[in-house]
């Protein structure tokens, strides 16, 4: 079938129309919250950004959700995912007004860090609860076009909120009390996106287990985690792809932290360590995260068509080449049109890996396990990411310019594509049969 022939049948389902309003709904407040977060955080002009303070940063609000993750993905498995939808975002909602509120005291210690923190996981959880939902309203052989069009529009959704978020601030101030209201903005999008919800039937997106309830004490919880765990092993394709992609992002980790620097602290200054203007360095780094989004909306277009010519993994290999080549000849000058550019290409590479790797995980493992790998999936996401904000904070100096970081992570991305090309092709016969071939 064309690429419009399976666009046009994604798109006639209802079930799937109504959980992709609930995405993209979602994820607009997420681009407003975390507007508002980085306004305050990073490009607030009392507080200076080293590359330390970032990765701290980072740290702190993704490496813990990665230690409760695991017995998030069970539950996942367990309850109801449409009820996880629709209780999710009113549980995002009232924290989020609560960060609000403590924006408006002018509070940056512990309260305001956990209660961030507390938003963002349980946005990773809803995260994972969507692509583990998807397959139920997706027919299997569609699945690349599925997430093609879910992740991709939900991160078009996220950049869209964040320009909200702009808006919002230029009308109602740049002080503590504006980026309140920005947050507030935030919260009546997860409103909306709960009441969305609401429209599906609460059996529709699984799981298909029956009969079994979410209270287990730690030990059955942890025996059903490496019970997950042994299920992707012994499904060597979706493993290695996971493989691949958290490699991936170690490497999109460092550059999106050496970014965050430039445009804090460097291209602001006309390309010095000095700031010049702190809400200049936000507006090129909106310019970026806008060029990345289209990036998403591009490997949206191509992935579908390129998959189905190339086969997943060469289409992934493909990309991880083409990411090594781009960070030498666009990052090198380092000049903002340049990275501007950079941003876009990396952002197919980004979108385009994480369509095809969702595609193969959720054709190669079985409904039963998809909450608790889907979870874990997220997990490597967040600790590779954590560990490249680490790695920047000792590698990576305030400015964010640095031409070795840049060669590393070239090398980086040549060698995940050559590895991940040769253990690909090696276990090309033995890999299982994806566990279910039936339409959902």
């Known amino acids: 079938m064309s690429f419009a022939g399976d666009l046009s049948t994604v798109l006639r389902s209802s079930r799937f129309r109504r959980l992709f309003a609930v995405r993209l709904s979602s994820q607009?407040?997420?681009?407003?919250?975390?507007?508002?977060?980085?306004?305050?955080?990073?490009?607030?002009?009392?507080?200076?950004?080293?590359?330390?303070?970032?990765?701290?940063?980072?740290?702190?609000?993704?490496?813990?959700?990665?230690?409760?993750?695991?017995?998030?993905?069970?539950?996942?498995?367990?309850?109801?995912?449409?009820?996880?939808?629709l209780v999710a975002n009113l549980i995002r909602a009232a924290m989020v007004v609560c960060v609000a509120l403590l924006i408006v005291g002018g509070s940056t210690g512990k309260v305001f860090f956990v209660v961030t923190l507390a938003v963002l996981s349980v946005n990773r959880f809803f995260l994972a609860a969507l692509s583990a939902a998807l397959p139920h309203v997706v027919p299997y052989e569609l699945l690349v076009m599925g997430n093609s069009l879910t992740t991709s529009s939900g991160t078009l959704a996220a950049v869209a909120g964040g320009a909200i978020g702009l808006g919002v601030r230029s009308v109602a101030g740049q002080d503590n009390a504006g980026i309140a209201i920005v947050m507030f903005t935030g919260a009546t999008f997860y409103l909306a996106s709960s009441l969305c919800a609401t429209s599906?039937?609460?059996?529709?997106?699984?799981?298909?287990?029956?009969?079994?309830?979410?209270?287990?004490?730690?030990?059955?919880?942890?025996?059903?985690?490496?019970?997950?765990?042994?299920?992707?092993?012994?499904?060597?394709?979706?493993?290695?792809a996971l493989i691949a992609i958290t490699a991936h992002r170690f490497f999109y980790g460092i550059s999106t932290i050496s970014t965050v620097l430039l445009y804090r602290n460097y291209f602001p200054g006309g390309g010095t360590d000095t700031l010049v203007n702190g809400d200049t360095g936000l507006a090129g780094l909106a310019a970026v995260l806008l060029a990345s989004g289209i990036g998403y909306l591009a490997a949206a277009l191509i992935t579908p068509v390129a998959t189905r010519r190339l086969g997943?993994?060469?289409?992934?290999?493909?990309?991880?080449?083409?990411?090594?080549?781009?960070e030498i000849v666009l990052g090198v000058p380092y000049r903002n049109l340049a990275f501007i550019g950079a941003a876009f290409f990396l952002g197919i590479v980004a979108q385009g890996s994480k369509i095809t790797v969702d595609a193969v995980v959720q054709e190669s493992i079985d409904d039963a396990y998809r909450g608790r790998v889907f979870s874990f999936y997220d997990i490597?996401?967040?600790?590779?990411?954590?560990?490249?904000?680490?790695?920047?904070?000792?590698?990576?100096?305030?400015?964010?310019?640095?031409?070795?970081?840049?060669?590393?992570?070239?090398?980086?991305?040549?060698?995940?594509?050559?590895?991940?090309?040769?253990?690909?092709?090696?276990?090309?016969?033995t890999d299982p049969v994806p566990a279910e071939e039936a339409p959902a």
Not at 216 to 230: E, F, K, P, S, Y
């Open 28 to 85: 607009t407040g997420d681009g407003v919250f975390q507007l508002a977060l980085a306004s305050y955080v990073l490009f607030s002009p009392e507080r200076q950004a080293t590359a330390g303070r970032t990765a701290a940063l980072f740290a702190t609000l993704l490496l813990p959700y990665s230690l409760v993750g695991p017995f998030a993905g069970v539950f996942i498995d367990r309850w109801r995912r449409q009820r996880i939808l």
């Open 200 to 240: 599906m039937d609460s059996r529709l997106l699984g799981p298909d287990r029956e009969g079994v309830g979410p209270r287990q004490g730690v030990r059955d919880v942890l025996r059903d985690i490496t019970a997950g765990a042994r299920h992707v092993w012994a499904h060597r394709r979706a493993g290695h």
């Open 312 to 326: 997943e993994e060469r289409w992934i290999v493909g990309l991880f080449g083409a990411a090594a080549v781009i």
């Open 380 to 429: 490597l996401f967040n600790v590779s990411f954590v560990s490249a904000a680490a790695f920047g904070a000792l590698t990576l100096p305030s400015s964010g310019k640095s031409y070795a970081v840049l060669v590393f992570i070239a090398v980086g991305y040549a060698v995940t594509a050559s590895v991940y090309a040769w253990r690909t092709v090696r276990l090309a016969q």
